[in-house]
């Protein structure tokens, strides 16, 4: 008798499971390939694409000019390459909104996981969250710009001290979403059979969060700090709109669109191309988001 064996296909893993439900999104594939781009533009564009350094005289008849092959983007009003300042302000708008993202998901990762597991944290911690819902955002970051900006530059210059304050100042602004959402995760993982029989052994509370809750909070995690990084560029853009975010020579998206306003009748590609740029980063970071919440969710990746 002949022994006949079935070949059995290895079972999928789990990368590969989100990725294959990840790409049915056609939105989610789309915002990941527009975020790519220009990220490569911000980050990789300033190593391809330098112009010359222009002399006064030489800069004063540069100014104003339309897109050229010398300036794909035409150039400003101080006869600066408008491309080359848009790569710089992209490297500074997304390292904002990444940043700005960390320390939002952490703090609200923190407090959402200490306020579900310990029931006496819960109250206090809670309400803290409902504070900050209820403080303004854009006056409450003015204010800060404001009263910080100045102290803080003496110590780390006018623009690493303007870059660490508004990150600074858009994290510990941005936290509370998240918190409400691990909250309601981890209330609801701690009484998982798994999550009962570790604390029965005599696991620390320590070991728990960090072995069996803070791994299955993961997924609501990565789909808020998704939306985070939009928020975050989008308040700073409003900062730098408004003239309180970061100096002149130091370009952001945000502070392109400031400055192009006021020539925005003559030369309105000096606010559509910023602009544009924060679009599409936005729009591509939450179409990235929708397709990871699908992605991450079993029972939407199981049909």
Same mark, same amino acid.
Request: hydrophobic share 50%; proline share 9%; net charge positive.
């Given at each position: 008798m002949t022994e006949i064996t079935l070949a059995? $296909?290895?079972?999928?893993?789990f990368r590969a499971a989100v990725w294959a439900q990840f790409r049915k999104h056609k939105g989610a594939v789309f915002g990941l390939i527009v975020l790519g781009l220009l990220i490569i533009f911000s980050m990789l564009g300033p190593l391809v694409w330098a112009p010359e350094k222009l002399t006064v005289v030489e800069a004063l008849k540069s100014k104003n000019l339309g897109a050229s092959l010398a300036?794909? =983007?035409?150039t400003d009003h101080l006869g600066r390459d408008t491309m080359q300042r =848009? =790569?710089?302000?992209? $490297?500074?708008? *997304?390292?904002?909104g990444f940043v700005a993202m960390t320390i939002a998901i952490f703090l609200g990762t923190l407090v959402g996981v200490l306020a579900g597991y310990f029931r &006496? *944290?819960?109250?206090p911690l809670m309400r803290l969250t409902d504070m900050f819902l209820a403080l303004p955002l854009i006056p409450l970051l003015l204010v800060m710009v404001m009263l910080f900006r100045d102290k803080i530059a003496r110590y780390l210059g006018p623009e690493m001290g303007a870059f660490v304050l508004i990150v600074f100042a858009i994290g510990v602004t941005s936290w509370m979403h998240a918190a409400r959402i691990v &909250?309601?995760?981890?209330?609801?993982? $701690?009484e998982r059979e798994y999550v009962l029989a570790s604390r029965s052994i005599g696991a620390t509370p320590r070991r728990v969060i960090l072995r069996h809750i *803070?791994? %299955?909070?993961?997924?609501?995690? =990565?789909?808020?700090?998704?939306?985070?990084?939009?928020?975050?560029i989008i308040t700073e853009s409003v900062l730098s709109f408004l003239g309180l975010g970061f100096p002149p020579d130091f370009p952001t998206w945000g502070r392109l669109l400031f400055e192009g306003l006021e020539y925005m009748q003559l030369y309105p590609e000096r606010v559509i191309f910023p602009g544009l740029a924060i679009s599409l980063t936005v729009l591509?970071? %939450?179409?990235i988001g929708d397709g990871l919440r699908d992605a991450l969710d079993p029972r939407i990746r199981g049909r």
């Open positions: 059995t $296909k290895p079972p999928e893993t300036h794909p =983007m035409g =848009m =790569m710089a302000a992209g $490297k500074v708008s *997304l390292a904002v &006496r *944290l819960d109250g &909250r309601g995760e981890v209330l609801a993982l $701690k *803070l791994p %299955n909070v993961v997924s609501p995690v =990565m789909v808020a700090a998704t939306l985070g990084v939009a928020e975050a591509s970071v %939450n179409y």
